[in-house]
């Protein structure tokens, strides 16, 4: 549905490789899937709220899910729902202004 090609020349991303962007596209896709349900389409909001989280992904694989650290006392705080919320938040972000998020008839 989304390629690397539309990433970098409409949604303008700059984070991720080609390699980087394919390893989470379909991950993102499928969450995205999810969070719309059946008014799921291949509009360019969708496509976008994707890329967003394909970059939110990219970014916590990339700090393994710490959260916060520390330095001398060697302290560190993970947060695996702080990806969801995350995900959830840039999804509305693309979408809010489309009728893609309301589940009623």
Do not use: H, W
Request: with cysteine; glycine share 4%.
């Amino acid at each position: 549905m989304v390629d690397f090609f539309y990433y970098k020349e409409n949604f303008f991303g700059n984070m991720l490789s080609e390699y980087d962007f394919l390893s989470f596209c379909k991950k993102a896709e499928a969450y995205v899937k999810y969070y719309v349900g059946p008014k799921f389409c291949e509009c360019d909001e969708i496509k976008n709220a994707i890329c967003a989280v394909c970059e939110v992904l990219f970014k916590y694989e990339e700090r393994d899910g710490v959260v916060s650290e520390a330095n001398d006392g060697i302290s560190k705080s993970f947060s695996p729902m702080d990806i969801s919320k995350k995900s959830d938040e840039v999804i509305k972000i693309y979408l809010s202004q489309t009728n893609l998020l309301y589940r009623g008839m």
